[in-house]
T-cell receptor, first 113, second 111 residues
């Protein structure tokens, strides 16, 4: 049973470009979460999605960041007009439902130059 | 606001030297407390969920316990392969499914 898959594993973008991070949940999981880990800081919640719905986006920056989880295909975290401060590891997690353990993917390491 | 504080920040042990990691938390109604292990360059790996004070769970050399204000991760006779960062997180009854993480304890076990 494949775990949570994320791609790309490493992404380099210049300031002002767009970054698209993809997450495929574990088989049978319909709940997806995105977290960000800045250097020397803990994991911070960003957004919680179910298929075609955003359930909780209380941790998402108000501008430039968006997330979706379409009926078909992976969840996408999109960062427009990236800045140096967006450099971080972005982790996706999935669970089979509400109130279950969350299983994490390997992360995407975004570097903004 | 939910908060999680882990101590110590870093811990160095000799192989076989048992110890405990601490996780103190404040949360508006605890739904669950989670322990994860994270190796460098990888995602967190789920270890345990604890739901109520007094609960204990074990897995190999690890045992997690929970009180109303803190959790301990006890490591018995550790081996070098136990070296990792151990993360604690809480999930509140109210506020969705999000996890609030501490900054972790970086454990190194030496021969």
């Amino acid at each position: 049973n494949a775990g949570v898959m994320q791609n790309p594993r490493h992404l380099v973008r210049r300031r002002g470009q767009e970054a698209r991070l993809r997450c495929s949940p574990m088989k049978g999981h319909s709940h997806v979460y995105w977290y960000r880990q800045l250097p020397e800081e803990g994991l911070k919640f960003m957004v919680y999605l179910q298929k075609e719905n955003i359930i909780d986006e209380s941790g998402m920056p108000k501008e430039r960041f968006s997330a979706e989880f379409p009926k078909e295909g992976p969840s996408i975290l999109r960062i427009q007009q990236v800045v140096r401060g967006d450099s971080a590891a972005y982790f996706c997690a999935s669970s089979p439902g509400h109130n279950y353990e969350q299983y994490f993917g390997p992360g995407t390491r975004l570097t903004v130059t | 606001e939910d908060q999680v504080t882990q101590s110590p920040e870093a811990l160095r042990l000799q192989e076989g030297e048992s110890s405990s990691l601490n996780c103190s938390y404040t949360v508006s109604g605890l739904r669950g407390l989670f322990w994860y292990r994270q190796d460098p360059g990888k995602g967190p790996e789920f270890l345990f969920t604890l739901y109520s004070a007094g609960e204990e769970k074990e897995k190999e050399r690890l045992k997690a316990t929970l009180t109303k204000k803190e959790s301990f991760l006890h490591i018995t006779a550790p081996k070098p392969e136990d070296s990792a960062t151990y993360l604690c997180a809480v999930q509140a009854m109210i506020g969705g499914n999000k996890l609030t993480f501490g900054t972790g304890t970086q454990l190194k076990v030496e021969l």
